[in-house]
């Protein structure tokens, strides 16, 4: 079994930044997909970023294209959300999962593991 931590949310100026990381342990995920997911109150939980195990292929939600970039260290079994010009409909409880596929993966029935969540509030 691996866990998943996130960690780096917190409240933010409209415009502002924050890095998000998510640290695995328990087991290796350096052969699987890793993605970000994101949950506003009220709304369904959405894919917002996947990176490849490589890291040779991404994907991006239309919503964060150009403000957003993931990626992944695998000799520290990290991966990173970079946000920036941040927005306030950017506010939400960010999760990072891990798919046991190769590629980015935009389906997110795929994912095996999840972590518990970190809240991002972006304030107007």
Known sequence: QAQLVESGGGLVQAGGSLRLS???SGRTLSNYAM???RQ???KERGLVAAISWSSGSTYYADSVKGRFTISRDNAKSTVYLQMNSLKPEDTAVYYCAAAPFVG????ERVYDYWGQGTQVTVSS
């Not at 980015?104 to 389906?107: G, I």
Request: with cysteine; net charge neutral; hydrophobic share 55%.
């Open 22 to 24: 998510c640290s695995a």
């Open 40 to 42: 506003a109150p009220g």
């Open 35 to 37: 993605g970000w997911f």
């Open 104 to 107: 980015a993966v935009v389906t």
